[in-house]
C-alpha cells in the first residue's frame, strides 16, 4: 500500500526532493495541473482532467462553449491556467452550475477529455461495478445478515468472509488459547466453565 501511495505522489514528489518546498495540498486536485480535479454541476460533481493544451483547447470550445479563451493568455497554457486558477474556476464554474453532471459528462466526452462522476458513499453502494464484478457478499453477524465489500481476489483463491462473532463469543477460546485453566477464566468472566 505504501509503495502503490508512494508512485502516486510521484510527480509531486520531486518538487520536494532535497529540500525544496512541496506544492500546497490539492484534495482530488493535482499540485500542478489545471483544470484537474472535481467540480460541482447542478445536481452533483463530476472529476476530470486535461493533460496538455490540445485538451485545454478542446475544453474551452466543447464543454465551455467559448473557444475563445484557448487563446487568452491567462489561460494558454497550463502554467497561465495554474497561476490564474480562481479567474478560470469563476469561468467553469459559471458553466458547470448550469449544467446536470449528466451533461457535464456528455460534453467532456464529446471533448475527449477523461472524466468520472463524483459518487457520494450511498452511489458507490449502488455502483452497477462493483454489482457486476461481485464484490458484495452477505455475512453472518449476531443481528442477521449484512453485507460487506469483498477483498480483491485472484485466480484460484478466495478471501475467508467469516462471520462476525457476538459480544464475548469467543472469550473462553481465546483465555484457553493464551493459557488459563477454567477457574481463572471463570474468575475473568464471572461466567463457568464453556466448551
Do not use: C
Not at 28 to 46: K, L, R, V
Not at 112 to 123: C, M, P, S, Y
Amino acid at each position: 500500500m505504501l509503495e502503490a501511495m508512494v508512485e502516486w505522489m510521484g510527480y509531486p514528489l520531486y518538487y520536494a526532493l532535497d529540500g525544496a518546498p512541496p506544492p500546497p495540498r490539492a484534495g482530488a486536485g493535482h499540485a500542478t495541473i489545471f483544470p484537474y480535479g472535481p467540480f460541482a454541476t447542478a445536481d452533483g460533481g463530476i472529476l476530470f482532467g486535461l493533460q496538455n493544451d490540445r485538451e485545454w483547447a478542446s475544453f474551452a470550445a466543447g464543454v465551455l462553449q467559448q473557444p475563445a479563451l484557448a487563446k487568452d493568455p491567462r489561460f494558454a497554457n497550463n502554467a497561465a491556467r495554474a497561476k490564474n486558477t480562481d479567474a478560470l474556476n469563476t469561468v467553469i464554474n459559471a458553466v458547470f452550475s448550469a449544467l446536470t453532471t449528466r451533461q457535464a459528462l456528455d460534453r467532456l466526452a464529446q471533448a475527449g477529455i477523461a472524466t468520472a462522476r463524483v459518487n457520494d458513499l450511498a452511489a458507490v453502494w449502488d455502483h452497477p461495478q462493483i454489482a457486476a464484478r461481485q464484490r458484495w457478499q452477505d455475512i453472518e453477524t449476531p443481528h442477521g445478515p449484512l453485507p460487506a465489500l469483498k477483498p480483491l481476489s485472484g485466480a484460484g483463491w478466495q478471501p475467508r468472509m467469516d462471520a462476525i462473532p457476538a459480544l464475548g463469543q469467543h472469550n473462553h477460546a481465546i483465555l484457553r488459547e493464551i493459557g488459563l485453566d477454567a477457574d481463572e477464566i471463570a474468575n475473568l468472566t464471572g461466567r463457568a466453565h464453556e466448551p
